[in-house]
């Protein structure tokens, strides 16, 4: 399957492949390369986790030269892969870390802590995973099975060292959940080689992982829990350790398995992500990048770059489990909303945080989020399209093409021709090599109350219904179109922050009394989240009261502007100027310091 997307996600794949994964890392002695050299490694003992980089890049890189050919950029890749390979020790061993720091020594004892940090702080294990994901993407780019057989190293030295005795849980800080992100690498390595060595693996870690008390992953998931009663509930790391449990379910059939990662990512998807797809934490709690309390809300909340990278593949896998449009539906909101907004069209600045109500700020160097954020945006293009057998889906929309070897009918194109996200009209067309018989199965987003779909302009008899995928079997010919029509209209959203006040009357009973009480109201407009700029260029909140008359009549949406990039929305409260709304990735013009508030307060009555 070969993708080409246009659009907002195409201008930023094309920006982050001519910026960050062409700049950061170019050759064995760029600096986060340099990590792994033998003089380097030998006297390494501070614990840090910068050596995650160069899996991160090779993962992204590997992508990004896959689909653009950049020969530029693929002999880099070659470069770093070929000089990653020449300092792997004999064992395997391919960190950063000196020989009394590595994950093959058991970590001293050490009572336990909120934060679940062993004895020594150490990210070894962490970064052999991204190592293993980095390679087998390579191999795949460069078409080099030795790229394949060096992860394979890793793991093998992984499996020594649990085999010896070791608990992976005391290598990795969160209780573990730093280090047994190792499951979801040795499966992509079972995948990608066929060895059941590696499956194996794969369930030795998880079975560690359900005997730690405090993380104990499945029967907490089982039992109900809440993600941030989850370990520490971190919610980078629980992500991605709940992507390797769906590619264990995947690859043992475990209906167990299945029945708990869906469960929790229906806790995820209720209580824990913003409004525009952004697993968020922060609030009144010991850390800025742990999942919130059940319920909690805040318009200040933190959402790590790095938690959209691990959601995006939660989702990716269970969209491969399942083939459920919802899914899908939340890769795309995500995309479109939070990772584009924590990106900056020079293709090289990410933000470490983002806020639903905050200022724009661009993090640094060595930030772990720039190249989680990199990796992100290469998931996209894989995601758009799908083939499923004979069936071919749609899965995110945008300009664009995929070119699909299909069964039945050779190569397969669909090329998309719209305006979405900000227009809900598209036109698919459908260039099958041969005429075939077959299933196009089509998206319809949730919001998309009154979704019609045509074929060459006649309307088809088949259920369109929002949130599922509607699928429309017939002989295709060469030239068929589909015309998909999504009504845009915008839509506003409602949420509390509550506290509750509880203590004893005299006579010993409960009492509970309500001592905050704050609404708050957002705004949507098909996948785009939208946020207005600083209240009167000053005021970083406002309390606002809606009109009681008909919502089109105040709140409407504008010509779009010349830049192309979609249509403003005034909201015109009668009292005051309209305020000003534009697509929440957008707002304040994408620079460092701007402002975007998403929510605005209301009087507590409404």
């Known amino acids: ?160 060292a649990l085999a010896d005795g070791i608990d992976i849980t005391t290598l990795g800080n969160h209780h573990g959940m730093s280090a047994t992100v190792l ?34 992953l499945l029967p907490a998931i089982e039992d109900g829990a809440d993600a941030s009663e989850i370990a520490t509930g971190k919610a980078y790391q629980l992500l991605w350790n709940l992507v390797g449990v769906v590619k264990l379910c995947r690859a043992t059939g475990d209906a167990t398995l299945r029945r708990a990662i869906e469960a929790m990512w229906e806790n995820i998807h209720q209580y824990h992500l913003t409004l ?54 939340e890769i795309e909101r995500t995309a479109y909303n939070d990772l584009l907004g924590a990106f900056a069209p020079d293709g090289e600045d990410w933000c470490y945080y983002s806020f639903p109500n905050g ?22 293009p894989s995601l758009a399209y799908a083939l499923d057998g004979d069936t071919a889906r749609v899965q995110l929309y945008g300009p664009g093409e995929a070119r699909l070897s299909h069964p039945a009918a050779g190569t397969l194109v669909l090329r998309q021709h719209t305006g979405y996200p900000f227009e809900g009209d598209i036109s698919l067309e459908v260039q099958p090599e041969r ?32 949130g599922t995928f ?57 996948p785009l989240v939208y946020a207005t700029e600083l209240v009167d260029g000053f005021k970083t909140e406002e309390t606002i009261r809606l009109p009681d008359g008909p919502q089109d009549d105040w709140l409407q949406v504008l010509p779009v502007a010349d830049d192309g990039e979609g249509p403003g929305i005034t909201l015109q409260l009668g009292y005051r100027p309209p305020l000003l709304f534009w697509p929440y990735y957008r707002t304040g013009g994408r620079a460092d310091g701007a402002w975007r508030l998403t929510w605005l307060s209301l009087p507590p009555a409404s």
């Not at 998309?448 to 369109?464: F, K, L």
């Not at 068929?480 to 509390?496: C, G």
């Open 1 to 160: 399957m070969k993708v080409t997307l246009g659009g907002l996600l195409g201008d930023a794949l094309d920006a982050n492949r001519r910026g960050r994964l062409s700049h950061f890392i170019t050759g064995a002695d760029s600096p986060a390369i340099a990590l792994f050299s033998p003089a380097h490694r030998a006297q390494n003992i501070e614990g840090d986790w910068y050596g995650e980089h160069a899996g991160k890049w090779l993962s992204a890189a590997a992508r990004a030269y896959a689909r653009s050919g950049d020969a530029i950029l693929g002999a880099h890749l070659r470069e770093v892969a070929d000089y990653l390979l020449s300092v792997q020790e004999d064992d395997g061993y391919l960190g950063t870390y000196a020989p009394e720091r590595r994950f093959t020594q058991p970590q001293p004892p050490k009572p336990p802590s909120w934060d679940g940090a062993p004895a020594l702080r150490t990210w070894d294990m962490w970064v052999h995973a991204y190592l293993i994901l980095g390679f087998v993407e390579t191999a795949r780019a460069l078409d080099d099975e030795r790229y394949t057989q060096a992860a394979g190293r890793i793991a093998d030295l992984c499996a020594r």
């Open 470 to 526: 509607a699928a429309i079997r017939r002989h295709w010919r060469a030239g068929d179109q589909v015309q998909l029509l999504f009504p845009l209209r915008p839509a506003l959203h409602r949420q509390v922050l509550r506290n509750v006040q509880e203590s004893r009357a005299p006579d010993g009973s409960a009492v509970h009394q309500q001592v905050l009480d704050l609404h708050y109201v957002g705004m949507t407009r098909g």
């Open 359 to 380: 200022r724009r700020v661009h993090t640094t160097y060595w930030r772990c989020c720039k190249s989680s954020g990199a990796m992100a945006l290469e998931e996209l």
């Open 276 to 329: 525009g797809g952004g697993p968020w934490g922060g609030v009144a709690h010991r850390s800025r990048e742990v999942f919130n309390a059940r319920g909690t809300f805040s318009p200040l909340a933190y959402v790590e770059t790095c938690s959209l990278l691990s959601w995006i593949q939660f989702n990716r896998e269970l969209l491969r489990l399942t083939g459920e449009a919802r899914y899908a539906e």
């Open 435 to 466: 005429e075939a018989t077959f299933d196009l199965r089509l998206r319809i987003p949730s919001w998309a109350e009154g979704a019609t779909v045509a074929v060459n302009g006649e309307a088809v008899r088949v259920p369109v219904i929002p």
């Open 183 to 216: 499951m979801d690498a040795a499966l992509e390595l079972y995948e990608e080689a066929g060895e059941p060595r590696f499956l194996a693996l794969a369930q030795q870690v998880f079975a560690q992982a359900n005997a730690h008390p405090a993380l104990r």
